[in-house]
């Protein structure tokens, strides 16, 4: 029963109200909100009109970084996300530049750098919820 019980917590992580007793509540409503709007945003067609979605994504996984430090919950994974995500913003920055100069917001670069930033964002939430889902180091006792 303890086993079940276990893998239960592992399994729901920060989504739910049963999370292991090591839950980091800030942490857990900042993935919920930025897989929220990860899923919904972007609907449109034209690249463009995702550029404000992705940078209000950008602030919700600056918060999620901020919360991380807090926690001292730094991992390998989550830094090579955070900087391909950096690497993805960046290239979107310059290939919405080259969607303006050329007056094309269908430029396919720019489709291809939204929908890169858009992938780099699913990588940095998935290390997220495996920071979020990982017991503290030690027996778990321990303060974080």
Known sequence: MAAFAALT???TGCRNDTAPAWEY???GTTLRSLSHHLDEGCAET???SCVD???R???LAERAFAEVLDHKLLAGGYLAAMNDLAGARELRLAAAQEARARHDPHYLPFRHAV???RLA???LLAELESLC???PAGDGTEPV
């Open 46 to 48: 034209a690249p463009a």
């Open 57 to 59: 994504l950008g602030v």
């Open 133 to 135: 889902t990982a017991p």
């Open 9 to 11: 917590a592992l399994a």
């Open 115 to 117: 929908q890169a930033e």
């Open 121 to 123: 964002y699913r990588r």
């Open 53 to 55: 979605e992705l940078d």
């Open 25 to 27: 509540p800030e942490l």
